[in-house]
């Protein structure tokens, strides 16, 4: 009878142990991530998910949100549509989470967002750029950290006419980030006067564009302006280049980064009459803190590796601006249910972002976490800049980076500030 007292004791014992520390396990609050880790984009979907790591990373060294840790959730969307939908539904049915950071490709956030809104969670995505997000009937659940194609288009045009190029044919990837940009370019290219000789629309994962190519190289443009990803950017770039093209090109943010320069049509390698790219200059979403974005580069390349993949900067502001407004809710955040928790992060965002309250910016989260539990209000100064929201989700105010490709590298050559 002992004996059998002694083993049902222990047998409590053990199971209200592993109880006590599987509830330790949980008491963290989860964020997810919708990256291209697959497909067009797969580039860019890691350097711009280890941005919001870093971010989380950095919140729980200030001590974490509410005195409990980030765990961040990242899920492949596959640069696709589908599979981005997919990716978010396992987000809130599997992950619990309240908030997503993403996806990257403006389609795959739309698709994603379906979820997201009959979840009630929030979603901010830091680089998706078409127009189309703007009009989005999403009960406010859905954000960007990045400016618009509306504003990147603008300032596209005006680079292509302070160049000197006459006619102009634009090949773009078929999709809302594609087209939207490509009608933006060219509406402003020729109301400078300019001429747009083809619109050529491409899918995505084709073995080959040669007939793409083709149509955009008739009539000799002066420049092309490709408006894609670096997976089959790359294969555009090298069938010009073998149809013996010999114009300027064109790049927007899609085409940023070491995924296409370096890279096959650009080897610092290579002699430099085969640096085909060389010289050619681009657009992306920039940052108004130059100085700010410095020190996030400098913690971001210690953490990781050098990158010049833009929308880094816009991650970790997403990231950032989660945790902040988890925060301002203050400690009843932790009991809610996640749809009551996805409400309360959308309707402190703005609370923290916007003006007024006291500045805040890059390595002062753990000043700006103690203002928050007192009670008093932040306006956070993001690594891209002021971040603003305004009544559609989008950034009231931003800056569109001019750079050009030197030494086969990505430089930076102006920043041009946008907004209202």
Known sequence: MNKKLLVLLVFMILFAFGLSTSAVAEEVIKIGGLFSLTGALSPYGPPIADAAKLAVKHINEAGGVLSTKLEFVVRDTGTAPAMGRDAAAKLLEIDKVPAIIGALSSGVTVAASSIAIAGEVVQISPAST????????????????????????????TLAINLGYKTVSVIYVNNPYGKGLADVFKENFE???????????????????????????????????????PVDGNKMLIETIELGYEGEYIFPDGMKGEGVSPGPACDPEA?????????????????????????FDAAYTEEYKPSSIPFRGQSYDAAIL????????????????????????????????NPPG???????????????SKGVDINYQGVSGPITFDENGDMAEGAIEIWTIKGCKVTP???VEVGE
Do not use: H
Not at 139 to 149: E, G, L
């Open 413 to 415: 050559v102006w920043i």
């Open 191 to 229: 109301a400078g006067e300019g001429e747009v000789l083809a619109m050529v629309p491409y899918e995505e994962a084709k073995p080959s564009y040669r007939g793409e190519v083709e149509a955009a190289l008739e009539g000799s443009p002066d420049a092309i302006n490709l408006i894609g990803y």
């Open 322 to 353: 989660i945790a902040l407004a988890i925060q301002k809710t203050g400690p009843e955040f932790l009991g809610m249910s996640r749809a009551e928790q996805g409400r309360a992060i959308r309707d402190n965002l703005r609370a923290v972002a």
């Open 130 to 157: 078409s127009p189309m997000l703007t009009d989005l009937e999403d009960n406010d659940y859905v954000f960007r950290t990045c400016v618009s194609d509306a504003l990147q288009g603008v300032v596209q045009a």
């Open 358 to 372: 006291e500045e805040v910016t890059y390595g002062e989260l753990t000043k700006a976490l103690e203002l928050l």
């Open 271 to 295: 002699p430099f009459e085969q640096q085909y790219i060389e010289g050619a200059f681009g657009t992306a979403p920039g940052s108004l803190a130059v100085a700010v974005a410095e020190k």
